[in-house]
């Protein structure tokens, strides 16, 4: 902490404000450190410290100053650091609370604040009207990229984007319950305090530290007959009580979504001087509640008038705010400028307080009297019907113009602030998203609910029910509330409104009026927007980005909107909002992406073999979700010779393979046969029990949807398996025929893709090394030949053996149930290893298979390939009636002349291995663009073979054996010959072993 | 139509920007035209501008139900590239491009066209072998595209995480120099002010309600919310609700419209120099001049013409940005919305006669046709000008959906925009 | 010739703190039921629980417990060597399907004064005592990954998922755990 | 995030559990082997695409499993009801489809205010 007594600012009131002057913080501002009160926001521990000035604007870099006490701040954006890595760009200085040790600097400002060189953009403003750049730059056409869109970008951009990883974590929670109320002012609180004892589930949010919204800074309210803060206290007292209440202050509800979805951000530990490492910085709430309870308020608007941005310009209910609850005067010399009562009591409070009015200015002729009585009782000048015209002061107002509206003496009057208030707008912004409609006061100047397409409702300001009584009535009906509200005395008066230009922004001054602060947008440019034809306000929104900064407009768009309707001559409503859209106010996005981070990015899936693999050295590949090993390198090997090796090996003697991740579904029932057959295009009748057959699925389009192994168990069951990526989508394809299609079939369909630890042992030694560990099977070739598959015991556990090869090698896969992958692997290789048998990965396997000519599907396949493309045709039973793809298979195109086959490819330099995915062509000289006949879907090098191979999708393959096609590379053309995809063992004796 | 310049900028200045004219004008619709383009987005009116411009046909209708540019136009993350896999869509993305190097000029209006670089990243060994099929067709079409390492890319593109731990780690990328990004309003705004500068009338608030057909079937004209307009030529150009308004004339469409969302940050000074998709975490950012990241998310997985979808799509995207990007996990959203796009099953686009006589149909271009505009609007005028496609969008037909000639870049891995 | 010995997916592994408990379960046998109208009856008998008609509920007899999952869908789970297959595929009436999938899932207990919020952290029902009472239990979601929950007590869930996916589902409770 | 009643958990759940499924009652042909290429053409590419009630598939994926159908509006995206598969394209009723027609929003750019009639266009 810091010293004894510290000066929190000249600017503090004593015997105002909720703070404690006993906890105080110290963070540095701009390099300069400075004290707070605790429970400071960044704002007010500034405006105590005498500080107006925080930013420079988006275009012009006009000096600007804290504008409010709220989310609608569009000035005093900062960048707010714990260390380097904990930095953040344009944060709300009205929003942040300090925290000991916070460093907060200004942005968009160079060399510094004070003096900032972007100022000439504001000198030449008038040659950046609305869009101006949309009209130039165009000018050598090279110099767009190269010269002008640098120094606009430049230019623009707030503060500066964080540099480093955040090494912050965040968190979700979904959540539910009957009532969710978003707001903690006044009606807020009584809404839940009345729902709270019906025992429901209630969820209360309020963005602030402190819940209690309005009350909080109406020094003159009582209900109840309590003063509106310890009225709120209370409530929120009892509402702890209650456990099915939770409350959530520092959390804005930012999105309105389908079906009563409310999503919430909680600012968890940003206030916080040393956050405990475990707690997420912000959390995520999703909510789905029964019935949601807006109670967000209404925000105050500016006036637009001649130079209203200088810094020490502000909102009269901010002023009230710093006043009433954190006991800070914004000035000592205090102009108000208002068309709305609520300012009065501002003015009244501050005046009290000791601070020097020297006028009050209203725009209106007639002026509730007591407002005016009560004035002069504190000897406040009140200036009827006038209007402040314009402003002086670089960094800091010094005085400012006023004139009678219908006059032109002009008087001036010094000041170092002044207040305004152009009324106020509810904050229907959560409505509008759930996407109800609304419709125009007239006589309040406010768009409000109308049409509700959710379970929800407004109260409140929101509703643009300003008079308190009634607000906290529409809280007790909102939650079907009996009784009646409690009694409200000297609540703050909220009526009276201006929006659109005041006097001295009107069309014929030269002057800047700002309808939006943070994109510098003028009453000119509105109308300029207009006058160039773009009439809706949609366009005049994205021409002058009006409404577009991170405010998104919240105080701007009323003025926008009306000064665009003067200028159509068209009413208000016919003119229309833009649309309002999630976020409310902008979200962190960590906070956005939660838990989903790091190691919980994605699942990582693993087999039951993963630590063999690990303990062998393997090098792993993503695939889909798994990790699967791609090699296994010794000492000094790399890929090239791993693999090599591996494949070597495997032919010579045996490999040990992990084929787990293959998808396995069970397929069991009396119409299991049937179903078979309408799902590949294979026919299954007389595939024998123990036997195994490739089998092809298509989609109806006719074009190889997945492949695998299918084995025979019994009449009614099969055990299928699936590509690796294909195991969720054939399944769910599947589940879609059976449920859909044929849902009077009896049979049913079990992933068993996990169930089932699958250990591929292939090669010439492959049987010698498992018999001993196998029981009840006999493995010779003629109890069980290729293509088959037994049930019985390895290693002690049962098993699903399957004499099948993908390597062309005599081999089998081991099927064990899961947990005993692992052990039965290790006694496996136990035994193997010093035979010879070697581990390999899925390079080996990709190679080996390639050697054979067998297809990978999404490798040699790309979902336009057909099974007579792919050669493997004779998977498609000819006698059979109906399939999934048979019409498909038959289009016209699907048979025509000139479709891209399968075939084998054979460099005539048998050194020379050809890239994947490099295209073939029959003329190498031919111009640009080059007619391509095919692509390369695999290839390798064969160490077996001792030359490359590869596999090709070629036009009119199958008729064009022995011809020589070229693949054209960057730098040379290779020469290949079309040969059979099948390059090792054609006769396929080996299987046999 | 008063010339655009640094010049007239400043002339301006020195009379309040009194003199502007407006960029458009507002016109009441005529009893008949020649061609009548329904949808007002960027497609649209470069049709019309072009059937101005080079067929000489100037008797045009653009009619808009909204106001113009407000489609996906006016709400994508404008990415432009044309490293597509297939000729027919290398001929057509190519020749866009083309056209974009000096569309400012010729429409003199800046649409910002900047040619930042394009660099799509490979995450697993599928994803290289697709990207070097890419590389190589692309490189026989003539397109630019070109590989680069991890290390390349992390100097192309400062913020991209090129670390080895990570969950899915970068394997390296296709780098196409010449794409990049354009100011999406200012092609619609641009396109609108010169067509209407020629002649051609833009209606807005003015939604197609019926089609028109004679006795022999042909087109006659359409009934709109402003009154009957009659053509013998009609080009629906509208996006998302191309199946609604060719059912009014009869034809049924291989289309489906799904919600896709995007979003952007808070602006920040300039971070992030180019753009970068991943189809395999799924994400794809840009940063504006504007200074926001430009962030697309994925759709939702039912049809809707709602212009929204769930937050829940826009967390995965954002879930993959922060995995790449770390540096941004403390950036904030600041807005995120939705369009509705119009899928084919093949993920290619239709420019097409229709079995309608004179009704033409430009559609399907799904999550990513704003790379697509001028080459679209230009041969899409063609085909309505002669009545016949042009050669570059002559395979893109509705006959392809039953005789199976499909233009498959879905299948071919493709990715989207 | 020494027998393989199972190895359990989330072996040695443990979690408390923050008023939550996540603890592996140990082996299990555990069947995929799938069955028509006729078999119902004869199966509940085979393995001495009924097979609960009741929407998203579990029934448990002894050591056995019977969880709805699908209209004709049934989660049977029970002790190591308790020979559920065997038993099930003994019935004679009705068509059915028994698959055992004991090694295809694993299972973790979330218990404790916070074991819903950890859940909810992740999955997106809502799990109060009305909408998920006691023996309720259901297939949803866990963060990226699909998990059977089952509510066994007010505060204790027995959390199911697909052996590979366990470690992803650990973490996410534990890293959940944590946050609260 | 929508909320969907699955017919056979008889509850109303998170979309995350459920997978989109694409339009409803498109039946296969029986006689799939000998069909056109017109019909075939209807049957795996045309799709009604409504702007208004949509009839459309959903798979309760991480649920119970089933596939069932909804009618949606796809303008307001609200369910008018789920139903079991087999069952057969309900027929709505006036109330029921006012229930979720969505209200025009207000800026006049957008889309123009639903009303029942716009539905009875619809054959
Ligand atoms: C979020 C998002 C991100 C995207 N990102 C990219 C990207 O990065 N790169 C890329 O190349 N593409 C991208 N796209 C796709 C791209 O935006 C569109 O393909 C392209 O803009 C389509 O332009 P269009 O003119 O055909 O359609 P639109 O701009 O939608 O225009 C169609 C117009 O028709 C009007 N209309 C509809 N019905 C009627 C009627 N009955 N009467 C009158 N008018 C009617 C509509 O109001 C609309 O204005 C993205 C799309 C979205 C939604
Ligand atoms: N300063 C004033 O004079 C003043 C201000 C507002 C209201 N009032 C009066 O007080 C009475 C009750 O006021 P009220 O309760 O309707 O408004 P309120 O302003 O007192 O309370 C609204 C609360 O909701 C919070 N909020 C708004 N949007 C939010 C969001 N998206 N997420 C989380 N929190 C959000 C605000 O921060 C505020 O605390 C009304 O009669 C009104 O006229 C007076
Ligand atoms: C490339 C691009 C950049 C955008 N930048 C901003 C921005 O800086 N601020 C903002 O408020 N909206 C921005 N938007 C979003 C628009 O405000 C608006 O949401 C979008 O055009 C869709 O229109 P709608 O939200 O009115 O339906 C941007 C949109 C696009 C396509
Ligand atoms: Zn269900």
Redesign the interface.
Known sequence: MTAKSPNTGANRVAGKGRLSPAKTATFTYDGKSYNALEGDTLASALLANGIHLTGRS?KYHRPRGILGAGPEEPNALMDIARDKA?????VRATCQEVFDGMVAKSQNRFPSLEFDVGVVNDALG??F?AG????????P?KA??KLY??I???A???????????P??Y??????CEYLIIGGGATGLMAAKTAAKSGK?IILVDENAEIGGGLLSDASVTIDGKSGSDWAAEILAELKSYDNVKVLSRTTAF?Y?????V?LAERVTEHMANPPA???RE?LW?V?AGKVILATGAIERHLVFADNDRPGIMMASAAGVYLNQYGVTPGKNIAVYTSCDSAWTVAFDLKKAGINIPAIIDLRKDIDETLIKRAEDLGIRVLKHHGVVSTKGRLRVKSIDVEPVDGVSSETIDVDCLLMSGGWTPSIHLF?QS?????FDEDAGI?LP??Y?ENCVSIGACNGTFEMTAALNEALKSVEGKGKAPKVADAVSMSGFKIGAAKSAGPDD?TKAFVDFQNDVTA?DIR?AV?????????VK??T?NGMA?D?GKMSNMHGLAIAAEMLDKPI???????F???YT?????A?????????????????MHECAVANGAVF???G??KRAWYFPKAGEDMQAAINRECKMTREVAGIFDASTLGKI?V???DAVKFMNMMYTNPWDKLGVGRCRYGIMCR????IYDDGVVARLAEDRFHVTTTTGGAPRVL?MM???L???F?EW?V?L????????VIAVQGPKAREIIE??VEDIDLSNEAMPHMSIREGKI???PTRLMKVSFTGEAGFEIN?????????WE?ISERGVPMGLTPYGTEAMHIMRAEKGFIIV??DT???VTPQDAAVGWAIGKKK??FVG???LN????VAEGRRQLVGLKTIDGKVVL?????V?DDPNHA???P?IG?VTSSYWSEVLGHSIAMALVENGHSRTGETVHI?M?DEVIKAEICSPIFYDPQGGKVNG | MRKFSAFAVAREAMRSHKGWEKQWANPEPKSSYDVIIVGAGGHGLATAYYLASVHGITNVAVLEKGWLGGGNTGRNTTIIRSNYLYDESAGMYNHAVKLWEGLSQELNYNVMFSQRGVMMLTHNVHDVQVAQRHLHANRLNGVDNSWVTPEEAKEFCPPLNISKSVRYPVMGAALQRKGGVARHDAVAWGYARKAAAMGVHIIQQCEVKSVNRDESGAVTGVNTTRGTINSKKVGVVAAGHTSVLMDMAGVRMPLESYPLQALVSEPVKPIFPCVVMSNTVHAYISQSDKGELVIGAGTDQYTSYSQTGGLHIATHTLEAICEMFPIFARMKMLRSWGGIVDVTPDRSPILAKTPVKGLYVNCGWGTGGFKATPGSGHVFAHTIANDEPHKINAGFTLERFHNGRLIDEAAAAAVAH | MVEAQRTHPLQDRLYAGNGVAVTPVKFHDRVSLRADKEAIAGLGKAIGVALPKDIRTANTKDEVSALWIGPDEWFVIGPQGTGLEEKLNKVKTGLFSVVPIGHRNTGMFVSGKNAVAVLNAGCPQDLSLDAFPISACTRTIMGKAEIILWRKDEHRFHVECWRSFSNYVWKHLTEAARCI | MLLIYCPYCEKELPEIEFHGEGEAHIERPANMADLSDEDFEKFFFIRENEKGIVFERWRHLHGCGRFFNAARHSVSDKFIKTYKAGEPKPKLTKKEIEAVLPPAKSTPANEPIWTIEKEGEKK
Request: glycine fraction near 8%.
């Open positions: 988006f904990r930095r953040q760009p344009n008038r040659f009207p101006f750049y949309y009209k130039t730059f165009m000018w056409q767009w990229d869109e640098p606009i970008r430049k623009a951009g707030l503060g500066d984007s964080p540099d480093e990883a955040d912050d974590h968190a979700n929670q979904f959540a539910h589930r999105g979504y389908n079906h009563n979805m999503t475990e707690m997420p959390r999703q789905r509008s996407r109800g409609r609304v419709k768009f109308d049409i397409t030269f000119k300029l006058r160039e034809g773009f009439q809706s306000i949609e366009h994205r021409y980005t991170s998104q409503p016919e003119v229309g909002l833009t649309t859209r999630s976020p902008p979200v962190t996005f960590g956005l992406v939660g838990h989903n981070k790091g190691e919980l990015f994605d699942v990582t899936r693993t087999t039951p590949e993503d695939v979700n798994w069970e069991v029932g009396p109806e389009d006719g074009f769910n589940e879609d025929y449920q859909t299609e849902p009896n049913w079990t992933s068993t893709s996990e169930q089932w630890a001993p560990l290693c002690g556990v064990v149930p899961a947990d005993y992958g692992r052990e039965v006694t999404g490798q790309d979902g336009t009636t109906d048979i019409k498909g289009r016209p195109d699907l890239e994947e995915g490099a295209q062509v640009i663009p080059v391509m692509f054209p960057p």
